[in-house]
């Protein structure tokens, strides 16, 4: 059975700090992963998808890498400011029903 | 606007009584999806739809009811027979293909006393 876990459930760093969340996942044979945001009390923002062929997605300041042997994927945040402050989830897709698997999620604090 | 509406987006009800939460989309997809969060919680799939008039039981089915009568509608029932039905729900849908990214709603926080 899949299991996604997300290390560390919180984080704080001050403004301007390069950050990286890690997810790991133990099913190695995955279609994709995801990560989203989430402000609270919101639903779900997508910020990039990896697919399984691919090693790495990039979005303005957010990077997103994927080694599937290892089952890891890392979230890089580039030069953080206060606005990035959120959860942050990512969810892989074992298979074609697109059924997500979610880790329990990063929370994320950007101080001034 | 294109997109994913929830509704109502806080929902009060007496243990007891069924309440039906809402989910439609105007994007085309095919997939719609319901996910449960628990406080500090990620997301835990309920039921999924990929056609009309078909839908799966997710990994927590037990207390929900949903049906797909038409492409752009996904209503979900929290039935009496749900032991915790107090959280935060989330639908989802999704374009055909496996590599197409999930598009999610802004939620619904029910509360039952």
């Known amino acids: 059975k899949q299991e996604v876990t997300q290390i560390p459930a919180a984080l704080s760093v001050p403004e301007g700090e390069n950050l990286v969340l890690n997810c790991s996942f133990t099913?190695?044979?995955?279609?994709?992963l995801q990560w989203f945001r989430q402000d609270p009390g919101k639903g779900l923002t997508s910020l990039l998808l990896?697919?399984?062929?691919?090693r790495e997605q990039t979005s303005g300041r957010l990077n997103a890498s994927l080694d599937k042997s290892s089952g890891r994927s890392t979230l890089y945040i580039a030069a953080s400011q206060p606005g990035d402050s959120a959860t942050y989830l990512c969810a892989v897709i074992n298979g074609n029903t697109g059924k997500l698997i979610f880790g329990q999620g990063t929370t994320l604090q950007v101080k001034p | 606007d294109g997109g994913i509406t929830q509704s109502p987006k806080y929902l009060f009800r007496k243990e007891g009584q069924n309440v039906t939460l809402s989910c439609e989309q105007n994007?085309?997809?095919?997939?719609m999806y319901w996910y449960r969060q628990d406080p500090g919680q990620g997301l835990r799939l309920i039921y999924y739809s990929q056609i009309v008039n078909d839908f799966q039981k997710g990994d927590i089915a037990e207390g929900y009811s949903v049906s797909r009568e038409k492409k752009e509608s996904f209503p979900l029932t929290v039935t009496s027979a749900q032991k915790n039905p107090t959280a935060f729900y989330l639908c989802?849908?999704?374009?055909?293909?496996?590599?197409?990214?999930?598009?999610f709603g802004p939620g619904t926080r029910l509360t039952v006393t």
């Open positions: 994007l085309n997809h095919d997939a």
């Open positions: 099913d190695s044979a995955i279609y994709n």
């Open positions: 989802a849908s999704k374009p055909p293909g496996e590599t197409y990214e999930q598009y």
């Open positions: 990896i697919q399984s062929s691919q």
